[in-house]
């Protein structure tokens, strides 16, 4: 196979899978986010549009999300690169799991929050009818954990870019190459090995 286009995740590296279903992942998240945001403020036609499409985007890629998720449970996490250290390489890693527990988490009490409030979920032009009624007392818990499961993921995501920079500006570990190309890891390996002989 040819190296570039390697799909599974190696020992130390990702593959084209991952880095596809990370970059997805995180642009979904951020654009929910933001969309769900701006649904806080403005007229209620304005806000209602734009739960809409926050629940439009959710639901359209949902598999895609549920994928990441089972993805990274199911081979697990690549190890260490040669200048990572074991210490924080090991939070970062369980954070990850964390985090995606957090996402998962959205998933689910996204959907049952609206069907709960008696609603259907609308994705752009259709409708999902509920198969509940209304139900006010577990509508309001499903908000809350909704609203906390989104703010450990900001939280989260803060933490995720100060760790890029951290890896990429003081470290030069090649951290941050492991999530943009599928050799990163492996080239980076290859590297520390080859300044050690020298």
């Given at each position: 196979m040819v190296v570039g286009m390697r799909t599974a995740d190696t020992s130390n590296g990702y593959g084209w899978i991952s880095i596809a279903l990370h970059w997805l992942t995180a642009a979904t998240v951020l654009?929910?986010?933001?969309?769900g945001t701006m649904s806080q403020g403005g007229t209620p036609e304005e806000s209602l549009g734009l739960v809409h499409l926050h629940t439009s985007i959710g639901m359209t890629a949902y598999v895609v999300l549920w994928g990441r998720i089972i993805w990274r449970f199911a081979v697990g996490?690549?190890?260490?690169?040669?200048?990572?250290?074991?210490?924080?390489?090991?939070?970062?890693k369980y954070f990850h799991f964390v985090l995606l527990i957090a996402i998962g988490t959205m998933l689910l009490s996204g959907p049952l929050m609206v069907w709960s409030a008696g609603e259907a979920i609308h994705v752009f032009a259709f409708t999902i009818a509920g198969p509940l009624g209304k139900l006010s007392g577990v509508q309001h818990v499903l908000r809350t954990v909704h609203g906390y499961a989104a703010s450990f993921i900001l939280f989260g995501m803060i933490l995720h870019v100060l760790a890029v920079f951290k890896h990429t500006v003081l470290n030069r570990d090649g951290t941050f190459d492991k999530i943009m190309i599928a050799d990163g890891g492996r080239r980076e390996q290859l590297t520390a090995v080859s300044r050690n002989k020298a």
């Open positions: 654009a929910m986010f933001i969309i996490h690549p190890g260490p690169l040669a200048k990572q250290g074991v210490a924080f390489f090991t939070i970062g």
